[in-house]
């Protein structure tokens, strides 16, 4: 159970991903977690940096699905002005969003990356799926929800048992 909390890349940040090499490896479609890892959880709208990163991202060839377990106004009002599909309320961990996520791409797992800031939602369930996964700092640890904090003093054991 441990190894499925172990990314397949950290990265600090989502503009520290080398696109070319995930391109290289047969990724096609990303699937990114939404609080934490593209914004903060509380800034409502797409920096103009992350607008270039996805506008650079689509221009290579990859799908992009923003997979949220907040609701749908939050996803909603975030991803609609950008033209990104999306699905809130996910219950991430459970497999049924990624699913979803891969039909609204049109992928196979081997041709699928997920993007996120919890061990616990994104890694946990992209592994669980054997989808490519890559864990990125949170972009800011305040305004997070009461089972954020919680999962992330989980996430600090487990980073503690993985590197014994």
Known sequence: MINKLIP??????IYDIVLADLWKEGIRGIITDLDNTLVG???PLATPELIQWLKHLQSLGFKVVIVSNNNESRVGN????LN?????RARKPA???FHRAMSIMEL???????IGDQMLTDVL??????????LVKPISLMDEGFFTRINRKVEK???VFIKK
Do not use: C, S, W, Y
Request: net charge positive; proline share 5%; no cysteine.
């Open 125 to 134: 369930g992209g592994n669980r799926m054997g989808l490519f996964t890559i």
């Open 108 to 114: 196979k797992t081997e041709h699928v990356a997920v």
């Open 157 to 159: 054991a487990a980073r």
């Open 41 to 43: 959880a509380k800034v």
């Open 84 to 88: 990104i599909p999306f699905i809130h």
């Open 78 to 81: 975030f991803a609609r002005p």
């Open 95 to 97: 497999n049924q969003a």
């Open 8 to 13: 397949d890349l950290q990265v600090d940040t």
